[in-house]
């Protein structure tokens, strides 16, 4: 006879906790991370080191202030990953350090830490960076250069000067861009790692990719000088946005239902940014648009409740 055990909730424990999700995302990040490493050498080590510390210091500061306990879980290191992942890496270790700060105090623990924040951190510093300081945000350095020339990015060259950039080049990563943007290759590789593992839910980047490849391949049929859907789904932050902010788990809806709107909106929203925008790139844009709607989804898409019609 089986003893009846009366316990609280919750009741269905997950052998993925919080501490091991973090550190799966660092793995998944390290192929990206280590190809900037290759391609811009010393400036990326800074950059990462740079929004690491400050996002660790930042949080672990306001924590004590508040008289709080301090996380032994890894998402500040998290949060300053994935900004130096989106940030130019001509830009100052000073507006780094800045980005860091603002993305944890104010993206992140003013709302009252980690479970309780509405936009991505990562996102919301990135942002900051981009409405204080749009000419450093937006100057690019060739690969492989020791010294700042500027370029262009391949949706830059696109979208203002009508050129192309090989598939094959975006795919393997040999382009400018932010330091964690260049190489499919690179974030295809952790992007399958966290599925493999079952750290994020599919839903969400195939319905944003999927979104986004629908959308362009009208566009292109429509208009040539769009680009091709392969150049617009390789290209710019798409691939890094899809697997590695679009899928965290605080600010996504928590039904299958609203994660697959959520996909479709933020897909729309780069498309639209994109090719009619003043902006070259609308990942960024896309994924805190849609994270302000995750509240919403979650109040009106809920599962369905188990034995109701």
Not at 58 to 69: N, P, V
Not at 167 to 183: A, K, P, R
Not at 210 to 219: D, K, N, R, Y
Not at 244 to 255: C, G, K, L, Q, Y
């Amino acid at each position: 006879m089986e003893k009846l055990i009366i316990s609280s909730s919750p009741h269905i424990r997950d052998k993925i906790t919080v501490t091991k999700l973090m550190w799966g995302v660092i793995i998944a990040l390290l192929p990206a991370a280590g190809y900037s490493v290759y391609l811009f050498r010393l400036r990326a080590v800074e950059l990462i080191l740079t929004c690491v510390f400050f996002s660790i210091l930042s949080e672990y500061l306001f924590l004590k202030l508040r008289r709080k306990k301090i996380p032994g879980e890894p998402s500040a290191v998290v949060s300053g990953l994935l900004l130096a992942m989106v940030l130019p890496p001509s830009l100052p270790l000073w507006a780094a350090a800045l980005g860091a700060v603002f993305a944890i105090i104010i993206g992140k623990q003013i709302f009252g830490g980690l479970g309780y924040n509405i936009f991505n951190p990562a996102l919301i510093g990135r942002a900051f960076l981009m409405a204080t300081y749009p000419v450093l945000m937006t100057s690019w350095i060739e690969p492989f250069t020791l010294d700042a020339v500027t370029t262009a990015t391949p949706l830059g060259l696109m979208k203002f000067q009508s050129q192309s950039t090989p598939i094959l080049q975006l795919f393997l990563g040999n382009v400018s861009g932010s330091l964690g943007e260049t190489s499919a290759l690179a974030l295809l590789v952790g992007a399958t790692y966290l599925l493999a593992r079952r750290y994020i839910d599919w839903r969400v980047p195939l319905s944003y990719l999927g979104t986004v490849a629908i959308f362009s391949t009208i566009a292109y049929l429509i208009r040539s000088s769009y680009g091709s859907p392969l150049f617009h789904l390789l290209a710019g932050g798409l691939i890094l946005g899809a697997f590695f902010m679009a899928t965290d788990p605080v600010t996504t809806p928590i039904s299958k239902r609203g994660r697959i709107i959520f996909g479709v909106g933020a897909g729309i929203l780069v498309m639209v940014i994109r090719l009619w925008g003043g902006y070259a790139e609308g990942v960024m844009f896309s994924i805190i648009f849609m994270n302000a709607l995750t509240p919403l989804l979650n109040r009106y898409v809920k599962p369905k409740v188990l034995g109701s019609k």
